[in-house]
């Protein structure tokens, strides 16, 4: 059973630029989380997404979005890119079903570099 | 809201020896808590999970952890240090498993 894909590994972006981050859940997974990890911040929640709605959202500002599409695939957008964004995105997934047995599988993650 | 605080940013032991990795949280509910360890460029892994039940909580690798209500902490423990335990160790609250608040990670050195 392949794991939760994320694609690219790296990119590199310049100040005030956007980018997209892609990953793809576990087949049957239907909730996506996103996460930022940062040596200064730690791991923070991003968003969730379960059947192609936001479910939760962290504290992080409008520039941060995301989106899922019906095969549950995630995508993950940060417009007007400032240098603290430079950070790994990591992607979990998980069944959405909650309840005792539910855990998150991480993908590598994303490095995000912004000059 | 939830909080998690990790003592040691950086803990080092001999292999063989015992490894302990505190971790205190705070919630105003009853939490779901974890450990999990961070490779070198890779994503993270669930190392144990505590729900409800059975406070002593196993899970791979040989690690497991204790859930104590009344000291509001999950430390995690092995008893005998592998060189394949150096990583980064984070332990997380939350009410799901999925919305995550994680401590800020402990680095495990294993000295041979």
């Known amino acids: 059973k392949a794991g939760v894909t994320q694609t690219p590994r790296y990119l590199i972006k310049t100040r005030g630029q956007q980018v997209t981050l892609s990953c793809s859940p576990i087949?049957?997974?239907?909730?996506v989380s996103w996460y930022q990890q940062t040596p200064g911040q730690g791991l923070q929640f991003l968003f969730e997404?379960?059947?192609?709605?936001?479910?939760n959202k962290g504290n992080f500002p409008g520039r941060f979005s995301g989106r899922q599409f019906s095969n549950s695939r995630s995508e993950m957008n940060v417009s007007t890119l400032e240098l603290g964004d430079s950070a790994l995105y990591l992607c979990?997934?998980?069944?959405?079903?909650?309840?005792?047995?539910?855990?998150?599988?991480f993908g590598s993650g994303t490095q995000l570099s912004v000059l | 809201a939830q909080s998690v605080t990790q003592l040691g940013s950086h803990v080092s032991v001999s292999e063989g020896a015992l490894v302990l990795l505190r971790c205190n949280y705070s919630?105003?509910?009853?939490?779901?808590l974890f450990w999990y360890v961070q490779y070198p460029n890779q994503g993270l892994q669930l190392l144990l999970k505590y729900t409800t039940g059975a406070t002593l909580v196993k899970g791979i690798n040989g690690f497991e952890a204790e859930f104590k209500k009344s000291e509001t902490s999950f430390h995690l423990t092995k008893p005998s240090a592998h060189m394949s335990d150096a990583a980064e160790y984070f332990c997380?609250?939350?009410?799901?498993?999925?919305?995550?608040?994680f401590g800020s990670g402990t680095q495990l050195t294993v000295l041979p």
């Open positions: 919630s105003s509910v009853p939490p779901y």
């Open positions: 997404y379960f059947s192609e709605t936001q479910r």
């Open positions: 979990a997934s998980s069944t959405g079903q909650g309840g005792t047995n539910e855990k998150l599988f």
């Open positions: 087949s049957g997974h239907r909730s």
């Open positions: 997380a609250v939350g009410g799901s498993a999925r919305q995550l608040t």
